[in-house]
């Protein structure tokens, strides 16, 4: 894919998988890079000039109030 500047190199992309009982190869651990790097190159990118929305709409300023248990008679 021609990333010149990954960060995480093949051994390490096989450690962390490993540490999730997940077995790779070093070929496949380049794949599996390769197609992360794409992923976030265009994951921000904004469409036709438009602003890349925030989650701060979801967001919300209340607090929840703590549901109490109701108690048995």
Known sequence: MGFTDKKVSI???I???AKNDIEIN???AAVI???LYFM???YNKPKDGKEV???KRNRTS???PKKVPKQGI
């Open 26 to 28: 070093d070929t496949e």
């Open 15 to 17: 450690i962390a998988l």
């Open 33 to 35: 890079l390769d197609f």
């Open 62 to 64: 209340k607090k929840m």
């Open 53 to 55: 929305e925030t989650l």
């Open 11 to 13: 051994k390490k992309a």
């Open 40 to 42: 976030s190159k265009n």
